[in-house]
Each structure stands twice: as structure tokens, then as C-alpha cells.
């Protein structure tokens, strides 16, 4: 069955340190990769998404995520955080090839952002 | 443009009551999908829609949960006789086609209380 991992529940990370965020993903087929961010009280909003060629996808808010297939992760990043940045992140796999059924999602990390 | 629009944003019900939330997507988007999220999980699959038709349903429990998405006006997730393990966050996204590239686009939610 496909799954997505999200190893780290909470991080914290100083403004202008870099971050990764891990994903881990369990998936029969070439996946179709997404990283989400939700701040509280709010719906989800894409970042990014990877469905084929150029393994290192660009995102909105200077983000950046590479996916390797060898080692099933799609891991996200930020050469220097924002105070703004702090928020839920998902990343989510899709569950039906050649059409986009529904998303499966990891249990999520909130990054919390010191001064 | 206005994205996906829930209401109501929050809804507070008493065990037995029922409840309606409502899902109007992104203008010309065809395809709508619902999600809960409880505490401290990541976003779970209930239901897949396009207009008069229920896609997947997967996710959905099989007692007291349905949808649907009339050719006029918005999706609606009803829940009968609800509990308190009906507590959660509902998220509805839209997408204009059941293709991987066209990614769903989430609304606010609606917090559902059970009392």
C-alpha cells in the first residue's frame, strides 16, 4: 500500500539557518510527489511538485525539494528560514497513476522558527 | 479568482445532530475531493467527486457519511447522527481534471465540534 513518512514531527530552526525537511514515500509506480504548508487555521498550500524529468523541483517561497528514487525520498529545502515560515509542512504522494485520484499525505512537521 | 470556498469555517454540534458543510471549488473546476484531519494527523482521503458523481468513496466510513456534487451549486459533506469522534478539521480541494499535473487546490477548512 502507499504510504509517506515524515520522520520528524517538530524541528527547530533559527531565522537564517538553512532547513530539510525528510519525506519518505511507499509507492508501487513512479510516484507523483507534493509538498504542502499549512498555517494555522488555514487550508493547505502547494509548494511544490515533482512529476518527472529535472529531479531538483523549484517551489514558491524559495523552496526547493530533490527527489531521489533510490532512496524513495522527496525531502525539502530552504537555504535560509524565514520568521513566516513557520507552519505545518505535508508531503503528499499520488495514490492513482495517470490520474490524479486522491493524495496521500504524511502525518506532517511543524517547523518553529527562532529569532 | 477566488479559490475554494468552505463554510461555514466553523460548526459546533451536539451529539446526534447533523452536519453540513459545503465546498464550492475554483470556478471551472469539475473535480472535488474532501479530506479530515484530526489532531495531530496529516490529511486523510474521505470522498472524490466530479459533478452528479461519486468517483471514489474509499475513504469514506460507511455508516452516517455522505456526499455529493450537484450539477448546480456547491459540494456538500453531510454527516448524520454525529459523535464526538466525528471531531476534526474538513478540508475540500478542487481541480479543474483528474490529471497529476494539475494540482488540487485546498480550501480553509471547516472545524467540526462535537459536544
Known amino acids: 500500500a502507499q504510504s509517506v513518512t515524515q520522520p520528524d514531527i517538530h524541528i527547530t530552526v533559527s531565522e537564517g539557518a538553512s532547513l530539510e525537511l525528510r519525506c519518505n514515500y511507499s509507492?508501487?509506480?513512479?510516484?507523483?510527489l507534493f509538498w504542502y504548508v499549512q498555517s494555522p487555521g488555514q487550508g493547505l498550500q502547494l509548494l511544490l511538485k515533482?512529476?518527472?524529468?529535472?529531479?531538483l523541483v523549484q517551489g514558491i517561497k524559495g523552496f526547493e525539494a530533490e527527489f531521489k528514487r533510490s532512496q524513495s525520498s522527496f525531502n525539502l529545502r530552504k537555504p535560509s528560514v524565514h520568521w513566516s515560515d513557520a507552519a505545518e509542512y505535508f508531503c503528499?504522494?499520488?495514490?492513482?497513476?495517470?490520474?490524479?485520484?486522491?493524495?496521500?499525505f504524511g502525518k506532517g512537521t511543524k517547523l518553529s522558527v527562532k529569532p | 479568482n477566488a479559490g475554494v470556498m468552505q463554510n461555514p469555517r466553523h460548526l459546533v454540534r451536539r451529539r446526534g445532530q447533523e452536519a453540513r458543510l459545503r465546498c464550492s471549488p475554483v470556478k471551472g473546476h469539475s473535480h472535488v475531493y474532501w479530506y479530515r484531519q484530526l489532531p495531530e494527523e496529516g490529511l486523510k482521503f474521505m470522498v472524490y467527486l466530479q459533478k452528479e458523481n461519486i468517483i471514489d468513496e474509499s475513504g469514506m466510513p460507511k455508516e452516517r457519511f455522505s456526499a455529493e456534487f450537484p450539477k448546480e451549486g456547491p459540494s456538500i459533506l453531510r454527516i448524520q447522527q454525529v459523535v464526538r469522534g466525528d471531531s476534526a478539521a474538513y478540508f475540500c480541494?478542487?481541480?479543474?481534471?483528474?490529471?497529476?499535473?494539475?494540482?488540487?487546490?485546498f480550501g480553509d477548512g471547516t472545524r467540526l465540534s462535537i459536544l
Open positions: 515533482y512529476f518527472s524529468g529535472d529531479t
Open positions: 509507492y508501487g509506480a513512479t510516484p507523483y
Open positions: 480541494a478542487s481541480s479543474p481534471a483528474s490529471r497529476q499535473d494539475q494540482p488540487q487546490h
Open positions: 503528499a504522494v499520488g495514490a492513482v497513476l495517470g490520474s490524479q485520484g486522491n493524495l496521500i
